[in-house]
């Protein structure tokens, strides 16, 4: 499996300002002074290699959306957040405007993680086969919603490709697209479910948009078994944990500390931290993985058990 | 788990100890929770004296922040201190170090809660 992320940030989408890319090239342009970078493959390597990540580069600001390529022809994504819109533009890109499969797997219909949906050119596209999952029983309803007066001028009776809703139940384990798939129920705002894929031994979490209140033990079992022995944890990490279970509490989110303590306790290969703050710039969430990773170390001996933490950006590939 | 509570004039300091996390969270928040309830305006001041615990994950936390909402809500004061070098960073990455007071040692705390506490902690 290779997991892409088309969108990472959370609640809603998110542009850099003017300011700030000024900031970035004008950090760049200090550290890069008389180092001799005349070409375009000097600047590119003291970028890549040098410059520290949140000057170099960007998590980006597209709302929900990750790509799960498994070796087959069929597209498998997580959400239609609007790095689903990149996402589509690239495949046709790539393609061409028909003979795509898309399977889709839904978190849940907060806007943040459907209003790419409009703005995904393969559905308009006649002799492409969209496959939308989910288990609340209102997904179709909520997408053809977005999709009309007085929302968006384009009605979702307009899309051309065959588009089909299958409504998943959580706990079951199905066979779709190559991939072994199991739903679970999570707190938040309407519910919402994470999903487990498994393929060729290889097993990803996908887990957005749910609070992790810690008062049930047997809840935190069933977390701790959904995430088990898992190469990578896609983890909503959008809170820090005292806004968690203070003045956030019950927003539906969870924390970093959470999802270190549930991948080592899961014995999980690989945290992914998702779902970015839209408030938190380049450098707060470099600040956010840099902690992150800190608190992994100083428990690890505590855990029997180490975990790689990661912070996702849009762009990001890993292997599984 | 045993908190040998300790009466500084009008503040109380309790003594936790070791690790609080998913196994003993519960046993700390059942020692803790008898003594929170005087723990108000014009009653007694309460200090957690962290200096013997290793570590608190966000259970334990979360029992610290119950703690905090009921002591507020009676218009009491908590306050927690002598972290230990890995729970103080523990306090930090979860940022609880903003949302409690937290002090260095037992004597600042106190002197902070409560002067005549100050006072009498110099005493024994």
């Known amino acids: 499996m290779l997991v892409r992320f088309w969108g990472t940030r959370g609640s809603i989408p998110v542009a850099m300002s003017a300011a700030e890319i000024q900031r970035k090239l004008v ?5 890069g002074a008389g180092r001799g970078l005349d070409t375009e493959d000097k600047a590119r390597a003291f970028v890549e290699r040098e410059l520290a990540f949140p000057i170099g580069h960007t998590f980006g600001g597209e709302s929900s959306c990750v790509e799960i390529e498994t070796g087959e022809s069929d597209y498998v994504l997580c959400d239609l957040g609007s790095g689903a819109r990149r996402f589509g533009n690239s495949v046709l890109a790539a393609r061409g405007p028909a003979g795509h499969r898309f399977h889709i797997f839904m978190s ?4 943040d993680h459907i209003l790419g949906f409009p703005f995904f050119m393969p559905a308009y596209l006649p002799g492409n086969f969209v496959r939308i999952y989910g288990c609340h029983d ?19 009776s307009r899309m051309g490709a065959r588009i089909e809703f299958v409504r998943l139940e959580p706990g079951r384990q199905y066979e779709i697209a190559g991939l072994s798939v199991r739903p ?3 707190r938040h705002g309407g519910d919402s479910y994470g999903y487990r894929f498994e393929r060729g031994g290889r097993v990803l979490v996908y887990s957005t948009d749910s609070e992790h209140k810690q008062d049930d033990p047997a809840e935190v079992e069933a977390f701790v078994e959904f995430f088990r022995e898992a190469d990578l944890v896609i983890f909503d990490a959008q809170y820090s944990l005292a806004d968690a279970i ?16 549930l991948c080592q306790l899961a014995r999980a290969r690989r945290l992914c931290l998702y779902h970015h703050e839209p408030v ?4 707060r969430l470099a600040t956010l993985l840099a902690e992150t990773q800190r608190l992994e170390e100083i428990t690890r001996a505590r855990a029997g058990h180490r975990v790689e933490v990661l912070a996702a950006y849009d762009g990001l590939e890993i292997a599984l | 788990m045993q908190l040998e509570p300790k009466r500084f004039a009008d503040a109380i300091a309790l003594f936790p100890h070791g690790r609080i996390d998913h196994a003993t969270a519960d046993d700390f928040r059942a020692a803790l929770t008898p003594h929170l309830a005087s723990c108000r305006a014009g009653g007694d001041r309460l200090v957690l004296d962290f200096s013997a615990v290793e570590y608190i994950s966000s259970v334990g936390l979360r029992v610290l922040i119950l703690a905090s909402k009921q002591v507020k809500k009676q218009g009491g004061a908590l306050a927690v201190c002598g972290l230990q070098p890995v729970v103080r960073e523990i306090f930090e990455i979860s940022r609880f170090n903003l949302v409690l007071d937290v002090f260095p040692a037992l004597r600042e705390a106190l002197a902070r809660l409560s002067p005549p506490a100050r006072a009498a902690v110099d005493t024994v």
């Open chain 1, 27 to 31: 950090t760049a342009l200090v550290q």
């Open chain 1, 246 to 261: 203070s003045i956030k509490e019950d927003w539906g989110h969870s924390s970093n500390v959470v999802g270190v303590e």
């Open chain 1, 138 to 156: 209102t997904v179709e309803a909520a997408l053809r919603r977005q999709n009309s007066a007085p929302t968006f001028p384009v009605d979702f």
């Open chain 1, 108 to 111: 849940h219909l907060h806007w």
């Open chain 1, 184 to 186: 679970k129920l999570q």
């Open chain 1, 280 to 283: 938190f710039d380049d450098e």
